[in-house]
Structures are given as C-alpha cells and as structure tokens.
C-alpha cells in the first residue's frame, strides 16, 4: 500500500525507464572512460595486481575489516538500546522528558560526526578523559546514530493504530507493560528494514576511526599503500570489500522490505 504517494502511472513509468537507461549509460561510460585512464597510465598491469594474490595482503586487510565490524557492532547495539530510550522519551507526557529527548535528537543529528571524534580525541583528554581507541570512535558514532535510530523507532511507534495500545489496555495491561510488551516489538517489525539501511550508514562511519588511528579496514589500507606504493589498487581492492559488505546489507534490507510488504 502507498502512503506517501500514488503508485505511478504508465507515462511515469516508462519514463523512470528511459532515465535508468540514461543514467546506466552515462555510468558505463564513466567507468569505460576511468579504466581506460587506468589502463593508459599503467594501472591495470598484473605487475601491479599480484600483490593481491597473496594471502598475508588478504589477511592485513582482513584484520581491519574485523575493526570495522567490531566497531560497527558495538555502536549499533549501544545505538540501538539508547534509541529506544530517546523515542519513549519523545514520545513521553511528561514536557520536561520529551523537551530533554528531543533536544538531545535535534543537537546530535546536526552535529558533525567528525567533530565529535576531534572532541573525544582532544578535547576530553584534556579534562583527563582518556578513551582507548575503539571508544574514540564508538562513542562519537554512538551519540550521532542513537538520535537516527530514536527517530526510527518513533516512527514504528506511531505507525501503529491506536487499537493496538488500547486493546492490551483494556485487558488490564499497564501503559509500561503495554509499550514493552505489544507496541514495542510490532514497531521493531515494521522498522526493521529502516533499521538495517541505517547499519548501512554506520558500517561507512566507521572509516573514521582512520583519524583516531583505530586499526579499521581504512587505516589499514593507507598504512598498506604507503609500504607498497600501491595507492590505486590498494583502495580499489578496499572499496570492493565496502561494496560486498554494504551491499548485503542493503540486500538484506530490501527483502525484508519485500517480506514486510507482503505480510502488510
């Protein structure tokens, strides 16, 4: 079912059709014309690619990529039991609990994720607070993406009808019982491909750990060119394994999206 707007007529879709043509031609033609750079300035000779046949510049890169999955699970498990904080508290009665949740959603979505990393990396230790180098770049991303999944969570909360919460009302429920029990895990459902889109985003986020030093995928690429002198593979080679991770990602998310589809 569309909500926010009406399913597109045959005009419209034909021509979505002409535009995705046009767009994966002129995209092709982009990458025909950046491998041919490539290949006229001696980038894509083997010479240059056999490095990456071998298993010890596998397992290097590797070791980043699983600071980056550790990083990125840690900020989404923390992410996402502070958002569901932030959202009950948005959506609280109390003036004083929502004013404090939404002020808390507004400041951290228009900060710069950056800036909060300068600030775990200079500012707090300069009042003794000397984070080691995962929680310089957990905690920044954990404060930016807890008011992205807050708003997630909201929005599965007041996509439900109200007859939800007032029948587990009226068989006796608490409003406590009834958020955590009923609303809850309805709206989690709902949300959930909104969710995993946003692990999309995070898993990206964390190639910032490269200004904290933190041993991810990107700071290991840029220690791994500077020994080999290999700056355009070694980069390629990391971007794939960016495009293979964020891509089953989003995979994912799309069938759930499917799924929720066909049991609305």
Known sequence: MTVLYDAPGPRTRRRIMIWSVVSAVVLAGLLALGLWQF?????????????????????????GLLGT?????????????AGVFLALGRLSRVRL??????????????????????????????VGVNLPLLW??????????????????RAGVLSLPRGQSEAALSLGMSGTQTMRFVVLPQAVRHVMPA????????LKDTSLGYVVAFTELLYRAQVLSAYNHLLVQTFLV????????????????HRLRRSEKAHG
């Open 39 to 63: 290949a006229k300035h001696g980038q894509l000779d083997a010479a240059r690619w056999a490095p990456f046949t071998q298993w010890p510049i596998w397992e290097y890169l590797l070791v």
């Open 69 to 81: 999955l550790e990083a990125a699970a840690y900020v989404a498990v923390l992410s996402a039991v």
């Open 97 to 126: 609990v929502r004013w404090l949740a939404t002020g808390y959603i507004e400041i951290a979505r228009t900060l710069p994720v950056l800036l909060m990393i300068y600030v775990t990396l200079f500012a707090l230790p300069g």
């Open 136 to 153: 310089k770049l957990v905690l920044p991303l954990t404060v930016a993406n807890a008011a992205a999944f807050a708003e997630i969570f």
């Open 195 to 202: 969710l995993v889109s946003q692990l999309v985003s995070l």
């Open 238 to 253: 990391v971007t794939f394994v960016y495009l293979v991770c964020n891509s089953s990602l989003s995979f994912l998310a």
